[in-house]
Structure formats: structure tokens, C-alpha cells
């Protein structure tokens, strides 16, 4: 390995546990306004917001109410590998942060029907992204 690596038995130590703009799938996508959220922005959602499992549009997920009332929607899409769809009834929506003690890893929210929580996955999972906006203050 040789970005984005923080112990030596994964390769060369660079130092790097956050994502350059041009690694950040959100950035990419959407332009620079947009990021994937910080492992910081994930513990605010699971330690000031409601979670509560719904349905919209035929999509299970859970929709997410902050303490100022405002909400979004989270599907649960599984995820991927290579072409495979895998554990449906599960979310993991990766953050921009590699995991400190695994270079092969990064920081992710996982929720299902029954617990919302935050843990790593591998980094060549195909995991969805929940893209944040860039606060221009």
C-alpha cells in the first residue's frame, strides 16, 4: 500500500487517515461543495439523532431527525463485491477516514432494522456513499 497508510505491515507510512479531495468519491462526483462525512460528522449523527426504521417509496431505511427537526432518508442497499450484491438488509456508507489500526480498512456507518452503529470495512468493498456539502463559513 502506498497512500493512505498508517501501519507499517500494510506498506509504506504516509500518514494519511482522510481522504485527498480527489480520492473522495463525493468530490468527484459532485463537485467541490461535496464531501464524504468525517468519522466526527457519523458520531454526531448516531449520538444527536433519531433513527427511525421506515419505508419510502418501496425502500426500506431509516429516516434520520436531528435535533433541530430536520430529517433525511438513508436506504439500506447492502453492498457490493465485484458484481454481487451482498447482505441487503444492511447498510454500510463509508466515511472519508482510514481506519487507524488497518490500512486495509475505513470508517463506516452500519445500521439495519434493529441498531445503528459505526465500524470499518474493507476498503475494496463497494459500500454507498452519503455525500456531505461543504459549510462555506
Known amino acids: 500500500m502506498t497512500k493512505y497508510c498508517c501501519v507499517d505491515f500494510s506498506g ?4 494519511k487517515s482522510e ?3 480527489e480520492d ?3 468530490y468527484v462526483n459532485w463537485g467541490e461543495d461535496w464531501r464524504m462525512p ?3 460528522q457519523v458520531m454526531e449523527l448516531l449520538n444527536n439523532c433519531t433513527w427511525t426504521m421506515t419505508t419510502v417509496n418501496g425502500v426500506s431505511g431509516r429516516l ?4 433541530n427537526g430536520n430529517t433525511m432518508f438513508m436506504p439500506i442497499p ?3 463485491i465485484h458484481e454481487e450484491l451482498k447482505d441487503p438488509s444492511w447498510a454500510y456508507y463509508w466515511t472519508r477516514e482510514i481506519y487507524q489500526y488497518n490500512s486495509d480498512s475505513a470508517y463506516n456507518l452500519i445500521f439495519h432494522s434493529q441498531a445503528v452503529f459505526r465500524g470499518t470495512s474493507n476498503r475494496f468493498v463497494g459500500n454507498p456513499v452519503r455525500a456531505v456539502r461543504v459549510s462555506n463559513e
Open 19 to 21: 481522504l485527498d479531495p
Open 12 to 15: 509504506t507510512v504516509d500518514g
Open 64 to 67: 434520520v431527525t436531528g435535533p
Open 78 to 80: 447492502g453492498f457490493r
Open 24 to 26: 473522495d468519491a463525493a
Open 38 to 40: 468525517t468519522y466526527e
